[in-house]
């Protein structure tokens, strides 16, 4: 059986909210990660996903005042990283967020201690609750996945990582926004249509209106857990 191989990438020179992100692999750099995303209890909102990340910094590329390591100058906070994994051919996306500090620590390796560079990193959900919606007119009466769209269009996120179901529920005009957070805004029309906003492995922001989970492929079991005997 083949084993999995990951792969980390970091859009150094691209803007946060790119529509098409150039990728730098740092995969040869990568120590270990870990990843959290999802909710605790099935009738809870999605959690924020968020990801550490430890990468070798023996070469000192990772140190933002480095003028001359191969990032430089763009080891700063808020550049997006995907995590992927590839097995028996298949590649999976484990996770995609925005770094949120780079942390200076030494970590032990074949006995050695070694420099590295730990990053913290959350994902769109996390930034969301940062962006803040100022609208004098606000939205009108429509579909709660237009809203949704809406809402993603006011803080500037691509078009094209979106996959956002119509909604089976109008959600009634807001009237004038005033610094309001648009992740509140979003939680409030996920109440309103008993709905889910998540972000995927991949990045992309979904939204699955109240009936999604009644269809395909949530209608058939993903997976059976036994004792393997």
């Not at 990801?51 to 430089?72: C, D, F, K, M, V």
């Not at 996120?157 to 089976?168: E, L, N, S, V, Y």
């Not at 005009?173 to 992740?183: D, F, I, R, T, Y």
Request: with cysteine; net charge negative; charged share 20%.
């Amino acid at each position: 059986m083949a084993d999995a191989t990951f792969t980390c990438r970091i859009a150094f020179a691209s803007d946060a909210y790119a529509a098409s992100p150039s990728w730098n692999d740092v995969s040869s750099d990568l120590v270990a990660f870990s990843t959290r995303r999802g909710r605790q209890h099935q009738l809870d909102r999605i959690e924020a996903g968020t990801a550490t990340i430890l990468l070798r910094n023996a070469h000192g590329n990772y140190w933002p005042e480095n003028t001359g390591g191969s990032y430089y100058p763009n080891i700063r906070n808020g550049k997006r990283l995907n995590l992927r994994a590839t097995y028996n051919a298949v590649t999976y996306d484990l996770y995609t967020g925005f770094i949120a500090s780079w942390t200076p620590v030494w970590f032990s390796q074949s006995g050695q201690l070694h420099p590295g560079m730990e990053l913290h990193c959350v994902d769109l959900q996390r930034n969301l609750s940062r962006a803040m919606l100022n609208d004098g007119t606000g939205y009108s009466q429509e579909a709660s996945g237009t809203r949704v769209g809406n809402v993603l269009d006011d803080i500037g996120w691509p078009a094209g990582a979106r996959d956002i179901d119509t909604g089976k529920e109008n959600i009634i005009a807001s009237g004038a926004l005033s610094n309001v957070s648009a992740m509140d805004h979003l939680f409030k029309v996920q109440e309103s249509e008993l709905s889910i906003f998540l972000i995927r492995g991949d990045g992309y922001a979904v939204y699955q209106e109240r009936g999604a989970r009644n269809v395909s492929p949530y209608d058939t079991s993903q997976a059976t857990f036994g004792t393997g005997e």
